[in-house]
């Protein structure tokens, strides 16, 4: 059963920005860790950025950092992913996900949504 539902993906040129919208569908996640992951085709699954309700503090990968922002709303357990100056390099399957403690890697994250699709064309 999906947890997580996520939205706000599509198809945008390269230089633009696009925001993605990750919110529980079934449970709360207060105290907990909500990260981005994205998934290209043929390629692993790759940590974006995360932000912890608690504390909120983020972490954000190299491949991101300065141009992606995490941020979210913890009394609704919404989180976001503000994209700027999209690549196609960026083209991707993106997803949120929840874990109880803290980092990048994608299997400790115990909940996933089923992913929304962002297109960068050149």
């Known amino acids: 059963q999906t947890q997580l539902v996520e939205s706000g993906g599509g198809l945008v040129q390269a230089g633009a920005s696009l925001t993605l919208s990750c919110a529980p569908s079934?449970?709360?996640?207060?105290?907990?860790?909500m990260g981005w992951f994205r998934q290209a085709p043929g390629k692993g699954r790759e940590f974006i950025a995360a932000?912890?309700?608690?504390?909120?503090?983020?972490l954000y990968s190299d491949s991101v950092r300065g141009r992606f922002s995490v941020s979210g709303n913890s009394a609704e357990n919404t989180m976001y992913l503000q994209m700027n100056s999209l690549k196609p390099e960026d083209t991707a399957v993106y997803y949120c996900?929840?874990?109880?403690?803290?980092?990048?890697?994608?299997?400790?994250?115990?909940?996933w949504g089923q992913g929304t699709q962002v297109t960068v064309s050149s």
């Open positions: 079934r449970r709360t996640f207060n105290s907990y860790t």
């Open positions: 996900a929840a874990q109880t403690t803290y980092g990048m890697n994608w299997y400790d994250y115990d909940f």
């Open positions: 932000i912890r309700w608690s504390g909120g503090r983020t």
